[in-house]
């Protein structure tokens, strides 16, 4: 496939730039979660291919680390370079967040397939086609516009402070944003502790098998992740990963029963998976946002 190549000047950055998506992953209007997920690969391998400067895709709700779903996606709707929005069903979900990013008024590109009507309050804006049957040669066609369009839309935001996707077409606003600040990796630690304990309240609240089972997880992950940390302040080499010896060690743990309430080795190994990804950012400068 031909790659967009223009470079963006005086862009030194090893660093890949991230490009948020937001679009469909279960079934809807007729198509199905697999239809979605071909659609998604669509678009990474779109934004993937543009040579300079490289691009980083995923959806927005995807994280490296565990918290609350809600807090990742405005994070990651706020803070992606580029973000790629599929309205195609006009899923609910995704016209809301497609909402916070045009009210951040950050760079957005719109993609929507041929069977999807226009919305009227976005209809402004460019929406760049694609099939719903994915028929190849159309697709690689779709591919190289996309490719063309993030980059285009990532240099005018560049070059242009003054640069809007939407609301320059109304006025003059105040744009809104999110606060960022410095945090240490302790404080950013425990604000993920602090995100653990709210959903476990909010489980609580729903008087299932289900929810009762999710809220042991979390009080385990938050458990593990105290202990995760306890061993790497004694032996600063450990590695923190959920491997046989790791899960063995933490059944034997005297000081704590960390396996109450889990009810498979499986379950416990991937608690023990998650306390690790969030125990490993301790030590490490970390950005956070506030809101």
């Excluded at 470079?7 to 030194?12: A, F, L, M, S, Y």
């Excluded at 999807?116 to 460019?126: A, L, N, V």
């Excluded at 590695?239 to 063995?248: F, I, K, N, P, T």
């Amino acid at each position: 496939m031909s790659q967009a190549s223009t470079k963006v000047q005086n862009d030194t950055s090893t660093t890949p730039l991230t490009c948020g998506i937001v679009m469909p992953i279960s079934a809807i209007d007729g198509c199905s979660a697999d239809h979605w997920s071909d659609v998604k690969a669509i678009i990474q391998e779109a934004v993937e291919s543009i040579a300079s400067p490289k691009f980083s895709s995923r959806l927005v709700s995807d994280a490296d680390d565990i918290g609350v779903i809600q807090k990742r996606i405005v994070q990651g709707v706020y803070t992606s370079d580029v973000l790629v929005c599929d309205v195609s069903a006009k899923n609910s979900n995704v016209m809301f967040e497609l909402g916070m990013r045009l009210a951040f008024d950050r760079p957005t590109v719109i993609i929507k397939d041929d069977k999807t009507d226009y919305s009227f309050d976005t209809s402004i804006i460019e929406h760049i086609p694609y099939p719903r049957d994915l028929r190849f040669s159309r697709i690689v066609s779709f591919k190289k516009q996309l490719a063309e369009k993030v980059l285009a839309t990532y240099q005018a935001a560049l070059k242009n402070p003054d640069h809007s996707t939407f609301l320059k077409n109304f006025g003059t606003f105040k744009v809104a944003h999110l606060d960022q600040k410095e945090a240490s990796s302790e404080q950013v630690v425990l604000e993920m502790l602090s995100d653990l304990q709210r959903e476990v309240s909010q489980l609580r609240r729903q008087p299932t098998s289900r929810a009762r089972a999710s809220v042991d997880m979390s009080e385990q992950v938050a458990s593990i992740v105290k202990t995760l940390i306890d061993f790497r302040r004694k032996d600063p080499a450990l590695q923190l990963s959920a491997d046989d010896s790791m899960v063995e060690r933490l059944i034997a743990h005297k000081e704590l029963d960390l396996t109450k309430g889990i009810e498979s080795r499986a379950l416990f190994t991937e608690a023990v998976d998650q306390a690790c990804a969030i125990a490993r950012s301790f030590g490490e400068p970390q950005r956070s946002l506030t809101r």
